[in-house]
């Protein structure tokens, strides 16, 4: 599937001068069902060290880094395979392009280009019912799991 992004990561040259150090396409893109594809924009474990010289697009990891963050951008088709999911984290997503059905248990909200969501570790579906690819931006941040009736909700991959 193709899925031109760009992407900018700046750092410091040796006298502290801001420089980019990295402007490619990505590269690192993959797909977990049909219709989706995504890529890792960056991701960093915390505390942060913007010292660090590698690139965090490259770390292996499964959907949320441990004691850090993911910057993930995905792109849905029309019609992409649904896929309910829960992940220990916090996310912030916004709409890039297109439309997309933001399913959960008890409810569906449609969003639209510039619509933010924050995703609190709940189960939920990105459903892409319209006629257009939609692009969304996602930084996922690590967090305990999310409990209720003082159970545990496991994640759902």
Known sequence: MKFPARRVVTGHD?????????????TNVRSRRGGHASHV????PYPVDNDATSDGSQR????????????????????AEPRMHRTNSLDYAIVLAGEVDLELDDSVVRLKAGDTVVQRGTIHNWANRGGEVCLIGIVLISADPAKAGGKVLDEIK
């Open 41 to 44: 924009v960056w991701s960093e």
């Open 14 to 26: 040796e006298n502290g001068k801001a420089i980019v150090l990295i402007d490619e396409t990505a």
């Open 60 to 79: 292996q990891f499964d959907r949320v880094l441990p004691n850090g963050s993911v910057f993930r951008v995905i792109r849905l088709e029309p019609g």
